[in-house]
C-alpha cells in the first residue's frame, strides 16, 4: 500500500509559479514511476509529467518548456515545478505512483488555479 500527499496548490495569476510536491509513504519510492496528473471540470484525467525510477521525465506537450518534473528519493516526494501558468492549467492536479508490480496509487488531488 502507497499512500501520497499533495501540497502547494493555490489561486495564482497568469504567468506565475506554482510548486507542487508529493509525499510518499508505503513502499521503496524509489522504485517506482511518479507521474501528476491533471483534471479540469467535465474533462478527462490527463497526464502533465512523469518521472521513471531512473530519472527519465516525459511531459504532456501542453507544459513542455513550462513544467519540471522531479524527485527526491531520500525524501520519498516528488515535485511538479510549473512556470508561466496560463488559465487553462486551472485543475486539480493528482500524484501518482505506479509500481513495477503494476499497481497504482493516487493522491486526495490539489487545486490550482489560475486566474486571467
Known amino acids: 500500500q502507497v499512500q501520497l500527499v499533495e501540497s502547494g496548490g493555490g489561486l495564482v495569476q497568469a504567468g506565475g509559479s506554482l510548486r507542487l510536491s508529493c509525499a510518499a509513504s508505503g513502499s521503496i519510492f524509489s522504485i517506482n514511476t511518479m507521474g501528476w496528473y491533471r483534471q479540469a471540470p467535465g474533462k478527462q484525467r490527463e497526464l502533465v509529467a512523469l518521472?521513471?525510477?531512473?530519472?527519465?521525465?516525459n511531459y504532456a506537450d501542453s507544459v513542455k518548456g513550462r513544467f519540471t518534473i522531479s524527485r527526491d528519493n531520500a525524501k520519498n516526494t516528488v515535485y511538479l515545478q510549473m512556470n508561466s501558468l496560463k488559465p487553462e492549467d486551472t485543475s486539480v492536479y493528482y500524484c501518482?505512483?505506479?509500481?513495477?508490480?503494476?499497481?497504482?496509487?493516487w493522491g486526495q488531488g490539489t487545486q490550482v488555479t489560475v486566474s486571467s
Open positions: 518521472i521513471t525510477s531512473a530519472g527519465r521525465t
Open positions: 501518482n505512483s505506479h509500481t513495477p508490480y503494476g499497481y497504482n496509487y
